[in-house]
């Protein structure tokens, strides 16, 4: 384990160009209540549009989420055929975004670094930007990578008549059964976020990942990013930081103001040498 560490480390440049960013409990906190509307929203959903029994709810969306990185991608994956834009407005529509609040110290943070910034979430871009706009982030983000960058919104629509019972096959697992393929592209799998950082032209060894999700951390890390859990206090594998609040992102992170504080020193000396030169 060491050695592997080790290895990452060698294997990493000093020098990072790019902070990724996701979007919910991330760049604001968990205790702003939308996460539980929005698993509410997802329950509904399950009930008046999939016509799934109530019972079931809950346990079900568990299992999809544990297993497939979204409740919505394991919906696909065990049958479900639904409008993907209908999903994502009944599911984040409602939401309560007038909890959302500017943040005028995490504009400021995010405006003093000169590295690329961008956003990586599984939600759509609607969503996306509602919640940029309400935080007052929406210019300090070169980009968002969203639901809609890896998945195409206008797939066929058919039936939902061969559904695989996930939940009988989690109670009662039958030994070699395979559970089926989503065919939607998110975070935690690794394809995805390779994908992801490939749209972006994003290097990740050079590129810094910030999640509230520990899976997602530890996916980011197998694919040789830095890594930052946001939202919590304890130490778990496969972040190299922690923290309990975006907000605390320079005390755990000052390296990349200073190096961008050195690089200011080297732009402001060659102008000195060039305007020495002249005047020579
Ligand atoms: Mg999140």
């Given at each position: 384990m060491a050695y592997e560490n080790l290895y990452h480390k060698e294997q990493r440049s000093s020098k990072v160009d790019c902070l990724i960013f996701d979007l919910d409990d991330t760049l604001y906190p968990l205790s702003s209540g939308l996460a539980g509307e929005c698993l509410k929203n997802i329950g509904e959903y399950m009930v008046e549009k999939l016509g799934i029994e109530?019972?079931?709810?809950?346990?079900?969306?568990?299992?999809?989420?544990?297993?497939?990185?979204?409740?919505?991608?394991?919906?696909?994956?065990?049958?479900?055929?639904?409008?993907?834009?209908?999903?994502?407005?009944?599911?984040?529509?409602?939401?309560?975004y007038e909890k959302l609040k500017p943040d005028p110290i995490l504009r400021h943070l995010l405006l003093s670094l000169p590295i690329r910034k961008v956003i990586f979430t599984n939600a759509d871009k609607v969503h996306a930007a509602r919640v940029l706009s309400k935080l007052g982030l929406e210019d300090?983000?070169?980009?968002?990578?969203?639901?809609?960058?890896?998945?195409?919104p206008n797939y066929e629509l058919c039936g939902s008549n061969n559904l695989f019972d996930i939940l009988e096959h989690s109670a009662r697992p039958i030994a070699g059964a395979e559970l089926p393929k989503t065919p939607i592209l998110c975070k935690p799998s690794e394809f995805a976020m390779e994908l992801a950082l490939k749209l972006a032209n994003i290097d990740p060894q050079r590129a810094i990942f910030f999640d509230d999700s520990v899976r997602n951390i530890q996916a980011a890390k197998r694919i040789g990013l830095g890594t930052v859990l946001v939202g919590s206090s304890h130490a778990v594998k496969g972040a190299d930081h922690i923290l309990e609040s975006i907000h605390n992102i320079r005390e755990a992170l000052s390296e990349l103001w200073e190096e961008d504080e050195k690089s200011e020193d080297v732009l402001y000396q060659s102008k000195i040498a060039i305007a020495t030169s002249v005047t020579a």
């Open positions: 109530r019972s079931k709810v809950s346990e079900l969306s568990n299992l999809l989420y544990k297993n497939y990185g979204t409740t919505m991608a394991g919906l696909r994956a065990i049958g479900y055929s639904f409008n993907y834009d209908d999903y994502h407005s009944f599911v984040h529509g409602r939401l309560p300090c983000f070169e980009g968002i990578i969203c639901f809609e960058s890896l998945n195409d």
